[in-house]
């Protein structure tokens, strides 16, 4: 009579003690990220953005006074990419943060409200899945302006529609189940059953695929940013920093391109082998 | 206070297919005694249940309630489902999912508790296991507490659908004692599903016995069992393998045969399928079974 | 002549729990052996053992086991793979579900012995298993098969390779009743006319009572009792196996007291 749902594992009380680290890739991760949220944060109140030149001259190369050598315009490079740190990292968070938040209710209420609700989501999600994520964004913020605002508005909505897909499949599963049949004989409403119910069970899928998000949302982002859409200047963000250094690459000074885009493949990555861990977990 | 599911067809519709999983069934509920409902897969008893329970429309006919009314309306209908742990909310301790019924009927806090822990004892639960989850339970033990869930509120009929299946062999025989057990001490209705005549043979006031979507018949267990008339119900019962090496088994054929409308080989699809009375209170959906 | 002999087979799982513990047990040519427990015995993880089909995280600790006189079993490892094939539960699922049953025979014929006329081969096979229609079935897909017709198919890919010992894991449960009639004696004629031995893992002690003649129970790894089928029901020797048999409403079997689940 039901399809079989996997209850074998639960988000259960004693969540703390099943969240043990076990693996030194997340471990690692974890400390990584960490270690960059710190810094993101303590770096630019103690040391300043640099905004502005430090240096006369430009294209210092890594030294001690500068561990990420100068751009250009005589900014410390490890400053701005502390400075852009911020933006990036609370960026992915929040694109994650959001995107789980508004593409769960969708994909609940898709699941639960019958043929017509499920079939306008759907359509919609079926459009905005059709463009490719960075073409999206950059149509998007084409037509509102080159801001960051609505740079991360249209992240949020180019991976909206994954979200969604993912929790209505995962809510359809969990409303076929014996449990939720025995809800309906209990009396509860449709409302009820897909709060107390669906949702909580099928939230663990949406929530793993968040973090996923999150890492994406960082490259997506930083690439909008590096073609100009994005943050503009002078504030720092990552991918505008390296769409600055390039030429300097070209020139034999690495380092202003080189530093921002390991900060962004760190912090992708760990989002991602973050996201990895948690999926094991739960499983 | 009777179930009555008058003149039941429900048929799928899948990608232009039509499909027929149940043509015509009529059956009563009644408290106190239990309606068995047998048959093998695609005979529709599933559809039946689901349909019985409310979970399911029928594509034509009526489900209704006939007679004096013994309590509220709300939750006349409770289900036992075949696999216990699934049957739980994975989320949610197993006394939240017992005392849930009475929650959504308005009981107040103090009355439900008070039912819960009756019922508890009941079911033959240890009460400390009421604040587990569901996936730290057994199967028998989390089969009990979907039996006291389903019983807490009073329920008119309870529909057993297949609730031993999935069970080990010894944990069955004390499942199966227990509703008996509770049966005449709740006055509830079972409508039991099961392919399993042993099962049936345990629990069964009365048998319907399905084939492919209709009933081909139906009439006190005893009768069923001992005496069937109609082919299918023979073959079925035949079919079971005796757990004793001395009895003889009858029902082996060794070549798969085509399905056919009439197990027995016959015409009934075409000859009007009405049920015939070959006995008291006992009616079989055969011609040729009312012939001798 | 003995077929199969298997003794101290101990398999353990994660963390060196000890799931089976001296598992011994022989089978005859042209006989049925069955091993009843219920979930959690460790039947089914014996049966593939035998087979070296373990999953990862379990192993076979120790055990030697004889398939004609040769020992392929050694130290709980497969030394050299035995002439002896498998069915399962859940046969639809058993097979692969996205290639027609034809191809799937044909693959296997093909690997088995390189014939051009495989068709044939498989046609005959699929006749030997009761199939009315082998060129229909062949041209279908497992799930527009019905349980019963793919379990058929799944008896004759394992007798395909002409094995010596046919191990089948809980073949009938989830049958119809009616069909698992017509499997148990396609496996019974099956044995009569091949001479082959077979070991019928089961939990249902209707279906063993009626298929096998000899008998060993087992619970929480370790086997309880090994005798003939008649006096396993009717002068049973461990409690355990009187439990099962009262389970199963058999008046050797020990009244149940109800109590209450702990």
């Known amino acids: ?87 990036d990292i609370l960026l992915g968070l929040g694109v994650a943060a959001v995107t789980l938040l508004i593409g769960t209710a969708l994909g609940a209420l898709s699941a639960t409200f019958g043929r017509a609700v499920d079939m306008v989501v759907m359509r919609v999600t079926d459009i905005l899945l059709a463009f490719p994520g960075i073409i999206l964004a950059l149509i998007i913020t084409a037509s509102l302006g080159k801001n960051a605002w609505f740079a991360a508005s249209a992240v949020v909505i180019a991976f909206l529609p994954l979200v969604v897909r993912l929790t209505r499949s995962k809510a359809l599963e969990v ?67 390296i769409a600055e250094g390039v030429g300097d690459t070209l020139g034999g000074s690495w380092w202003p391109a080189f530093f921002p885009g390991l900060m962004v493949l760190l912090a992708a990555a760990s989002f991602q082998i973050i996201g990895d861990w948690l999926d094991r977990r739960l499983r | ?202 629990l069964a006031t009365r048998i319907a016995v399905m084939y492919r979507g209709r009933i081909v018949e139906t009439g006190p267990a005893s009768m069923i069992l001992d005496a069937p008339r109609h082919p299918y119900t023979s073959a079925l019962i035949a079919a079971v393998p005796v757990a004793d090496p001395r009895v003889p088994w009858e029902g082996r054929r060794a070549r798969a045969a085509p399905e056919s409308p009439c197990p027995a080989g016959g015409q009934c699809e075409e000859h009007g399928q009405g049920l015939h009375a070959v006995g008291t209170d006992h009616l079989v959906a055969c011609t040729s079974a009312t012939i001798h | 002549m003995t077929l199969l002999a298997v003794d101290g087979l101990s398999i353990d799982g994660p963390g060196g729990r000890h799931i089976v513990r001296d598992f011994a047990i022989d089978v005859e040519e042209g006989e049925v052996v069955g091993v009843v427990g219920e979930s959690g015995s460790g039947k089914t993880l014996t049966a593939l053992s035998l087979l070296g089909l373990l999953p990862s995280g379990v192993r076979a600790a120790s055990g030697e086991a004889h398939l004609g006189g040769v ?69 279908r897909y497992p799930h527009q098969l019905s349980g019963g017709m793919n379990q058929r198919v799944m008896i004759a890919m394992a007798l395909a390779a002409e094995p010596r010992l046919l191990i089948a894991d809980e073949p009938t449960t989830g049958l119809d009743v009616t069909v698992q009639a017509q499997i148990l004696d396609l496996i019974r004629v099956t044995v009569t006319t091949r001479g082959i031995g077979v070991l019928f893992v089961s939990h249902d002690m209707g279906v063993i009572a009626q298929t096998c003649h000899r008998v060993a129970v087992m619970y929480d790894g370790e086997v309880r009792e090994f005798a003939g089928v008649d006096e396993i ?9 009187r439990t099962l048999l009262a389970a199963a409403g058999q008046p050797s079997g020990r009244v149940d007291d109800g109590t209450p689940a702990r």
């Not at chain 1, 449990?179 to 939230?203: C, D, K, M, Q, Y």
């Not at chain 2, 439900?112 to 240890?126: F, I, K, Q, Y």
């Open chain 1, 1 to 87: 009579m039901a399809t079989v749902v996997d209850t074998s594992v639960a988000l259960r009380g004693n969540l703390a003690g099943r969240m043990r680290l076990g693996d030194p890739f997340a471990y690692a991760a974890f400390v990584l990220l960490g270690l960059m949220i710190v810094l993101a944060v303590a770096v630019p109140l103690l040391f300043g953005t640099a905004d502005v030149a430090q240096e006369h001259q430009g294209l210092l190369p890594p030294s001690l006074d500068h561990p990420f050598g100068t751009d250009k315009y005589g900014r410390d490079v490890f400053l701005r990419c502390m400075s852009a740190a911020r933006v």
């Open chain 3, 233 to 241: 029901f009717h002068a049973p020797r461990a409690d355990y196996t």
């Open chain 2, 1 to 202: 206070m009777e179930l009555r599911l008058d003149d039941i067809t429900v048929v799928y519709r899948r990608r232009g297919v039509e499909t027929r999983a149940v043509w015509g069934v009529s059956l009563r509920a009644r408290r106190g005694e239990t309606l068995a409902l047998v048959g093998e897969s695609g005979s529709g008893k599933t559809t039946m249940a689901k349909v019985a329970a409310g979970l399911q429309k029928a594509t034509t006919g009526a489900v209704s309630w006939q007679g004096p009314a013994t309590g509220p309306a709300g939750q006349r209908v409770q289900m036992v489902f075949q696999h216990p742990v699934q049957s739980l909310n994975p989320l949610w301790r197993v006394d939240r999912s017992v005392r849930e019924p009475l929650r959504r009927a308005g009981v107040p806090q103090r009355e439900a508790t008070r039912r819960v822990t009756e019922m508890t004892g009941r079911v033959g639960l240890d009460p400390a296991l009421l604040d587990r989850y569901p996936g730290e339970l057994s199967g028998g033990q989390a089969q009990r507490v979907a039996i006291a869930r389903a019983l807490v509120g009073g329920p008119e009929i309870v529909i057993l659908d297949e609730p031993t299946a999935s069970l080990d062999q010894t944990v069955r025989a004390r499942i199966l004692a227990l509703l008996a057990d509770l049966q005449s001490s709740t006055g509830a209705g079972y409508l039991l599903i099961s392919h399993d005549i042993s099962t049936v043979r345990r």
């Open chain 3, 71 to 139: 020992r392929y079993l050694h130290k709980g490892r497969i030394q050299e793979r035995p002439h002896a094939t498998m069915i399962f539960q859940n046969p639809t699922a058993a097979l692969n579900p996205t290639m027609r049953i034809g191809a799937q025979l044909k693959r296997l014929l093909v690997f088995l012995e390189k014939r051009h006329d495989w068709r044939t081969r498989a046609e005959a096979l699929l006749d030997s298993v009761g199939i009315d229609e082998p060129r229909a079935v062949m041209s």
């Open chain 1, 175 to 241: 409303r076929s189940a014996d449990f939720v049949a025995a809800a309906r004989l209990s009396g509860t409403s449709t409302t009820r059953i897909a709060v107390e119910h669906v949702l909580p069970n099928a939230f663990k899928y949406p929530f793993v695929q968040s973090t996923l998000i999150a890492s994406l949302a960082i490259l997506d982002f930083a690439a909008l940013s590096f073609l100009g859409v994005g943050v503009q200047p002078p504030q720092a963000e990552w991918g505008g920093m």
